[in-house]
């Protein structure tokens, strides 16, 4: 616990000076609430792990760090830098936490620039929502959130949430919450969420088990696609190599194994005249229904 205490206020010592200020011995132990011995004896500390950190004497002194230094390699490796400002900045571009004062300490220390490599919008082009954000605060702050809810088959239903994560499970963003309606975890497809209200009421943490039965689980079901060599481009943009079997007539077969949904439907369906469902039959039989009722309208 001391050596915790110790390490602590070293470092808050480090952000106070990496400012270039010469701060009087006597302000810092008052900013850090220890006595000036302590202070001269965290300065043999710092200057032994070789971070440049001196002490002027006399007036217009105190404790400062070499002009010009920088605290590079210092205490972390230079790898160990770029996976804490890689963290951050990951943080930063989900809107998971206010991390960005961090961020800019860290780099001043580090004396780096860190690379902004990611970006994250989890909107689609006909964004008209704010349900990802407004789940993410009711899971951080523990608040009861409320909304309608339509299951597969269509019907509606009020449900009163204690919200615990938001979940991507193939291609689909679920959220996983103790329903107080049916007091069990339950799971539900964002996109089916209407009316969402955030409420004032907070809630206790709970031991959560697994989530054992959801409406909005599904059965892997294994597709084989024959797909034409019209559509090479999509197939190498959409699907691993490993799945893929390029045929001498240079159409192409692929396995899959997903979750039978209607979002698979559709995604078969937009390829068009350039794909055919091999198996399994009953999904032929779907994506042959609704060509002829798609093909129907336009007679």
Not at 60 to 76: A, T
């Amino acid at each position: 616990m001391v050596m915790n205490m110790q390490i602590s206020r070293l470092l808050e010592m480090i952000y106070i000076l990496m400012h270039g200020n010469c701060i009087p011995a006597r302000e810092l132990a008052k900013r850090l609430g220890v006595s000036r011995r302590t202070i001269y004896r965290d300065i043999d500390v710092l200057s032994t792990a070789g971070i440049p950190v001196y002490t002027e004497k006399g007036k217009g002194g105190g404790v400062r760090f070499l002009p010009s230094s920088v605290l590079n390699k210092s205490i972390l490796s230079e790898e160990e830098q770029n996976e804490i400002l890689t963290a951050l900045h990951g943080l930063s571009n989900l809107n998971i936490s206010e991390d960005n004062h961090v961020l800019g300490k860290l780099s001043s220390i580090f004396n780096k620039t860190a690379v902004n490599w990611l970006e994250v919008d989890f909107s689609d082009w006909s964004y008209v929502n704010n349900y990802f954000n407004d789940f993410k605060t009711a899971i951080l702050e523990r608040r009861i959130a409320e909304f309608n809810y339509y299951n597969r088959s269509g019907a509606r239903a009020s449900r009163r949430i204690e919200p615990i994560q938001l979940w991507f499970k193939s291609h689909s963003w679920y959220l996983k919450g103790f329903c107080l309606n049916k007091q069990d975890i339950r799971l539900f497809k964002l996109s089916r969420v209407k009316n969402l209200f955030v409420t004032d009421e907070h809630f206790s943490e709970r031991s959560f088990p697994e989530v054992q039965d959801s409406d909005e689980m599904h059965t892997n079901v294994v597709i084989r696609l024959r797909i034409s060599p019209e559509m090479k481009y999509r197939v190498f943009d959409e699907f691993d190599e490993n799945i893929v079997e390029e045929q001498p007539d240079g159409s192409f077969i692929v396995t899959v194994s997903w979750e039978e949904d209607n979002w698979v439907y559709g995604f078969i369906l937009s390829f068009g005249e350039y794909v055919e469902v091999l198996e399994p039959e009953h999904i032929r039989g779907v994506i042959r229904d609704k060509s002829i009722k798609i093909s129907e309208k336009y007679l």
